[in-house]
Antibody
Framework: QVLLQESGPGLLKPSETLSLTCTVS????????WSWIRQPPGKGLEWIGY???????TSNPSLTSRVTISVDRSKNQFSLRLTSVTAADTAVYFC??????????WGQGTTVIVSS | DTQMTQSPSTLSASVGDRVTITCRAS??????LAWYQQKPGKAPKILIY???NLHSGVPSRFSGSGSGTEFTLTISSLQPDDSATYYC?????????FGQGTKVEIK
């Protein structure tokens, strides 16, 4: 059974860099896309970007200039970096396995608050 | 970028009712559409992939249809456990996007 777990700091100050990691257990990172999605309080889901296991990445055009997604195959993890955060980046951040069958496995989500 | 628009934003229905949610794409996405159910404080769960394929373990009262630019999610007989927010999501080449969500309430 494949499980995903997000981890990272829960509180940031404006202008800092958000760094989150998603650990994949019970299966390999190979062969799939791996997405990051966020959900601001009381709002809908926003796709941030994905990484293909071959290291290619694509991100939401609205966030591209601030987003980096990377993979550490030795640890079966992939990561999100979002620079220059503001209060608008406050959200629950999810990682998910992504394929032709949709996003079929999700992490439980981690809350990130940006506040001075 | 192809935008996804869901309707209605909220609906209220009784147990046993047939419920339909619509998702429209601003340009054709073939059948690259998924539907998710999200309950408060939880991660979304996939219901349907490739527009009409039921994900393993999802009750058969859920069904999806459509292609191109117009898609529907139908719950054939609404159950109390179906109270949730539902999202459509396109997954075309090099891009993903969600609809704004439809909150389903039980009368």
């Amino acid at each position: 059974q494949v499980l995903l777990q997000e981890s990272g700091p829960g509180l940031l100050k404006p202008s800092e860099t958000l760094s989150l990691t998603c650990t994949v257990s019970g299966g390999s990172i190979n062969g799939y896309y791996w997405s990051w999605i966020r959900q601001p309080p009381g709002k809908g889901l926003e796709w941030i970007g994905y990484l293909f296991y071959t290291d290619s990445t694509t991100s939401n055009p609205s966030l591209t200039s601030r987003v980096t997604i990377s993979v550490d195959r030795s640890k079966n993890q992939f990561s999100l970096r979002l620079t220059s955060v503001t209060a608008a980046d406050t959200a629950v951040y999810f990682c998910a396995r992504d394929s032709d069958y949709g996003m079929d496995i999700w992490g439980q989500g981690t809350t990130v608050i940006v506040s001075s | 970028d192809t935008q996804m628009t869901q309707s209605p934003s909220t609906l209220s229905a009784s147990v046993g009712d047939r419920v339909t949610i619509t998702c429209r794409a601003s340009q054709s996405i073939g059948n690259w559409l998924a539907w998710y159910q999200q309950k408060p404080g939880k991660a979304p769960k996939i219901l349907i992939y490739k527009a009409s394929n039921l994900h393993s373990g999802v009750p058969s009262r859920f069904s999806g249809s459509g292609s191109g630019t117009e898609f529907t999610l139908t719950i054939s007989s609404l159950q109390p456990d179906d109270s949730a927010t539902y999202y459509c999501q396109r997954y075309t080449s090099f891009s993903r996007a969600f609809g704004q969500g439809t909150k389903v309430e039980i009368k």
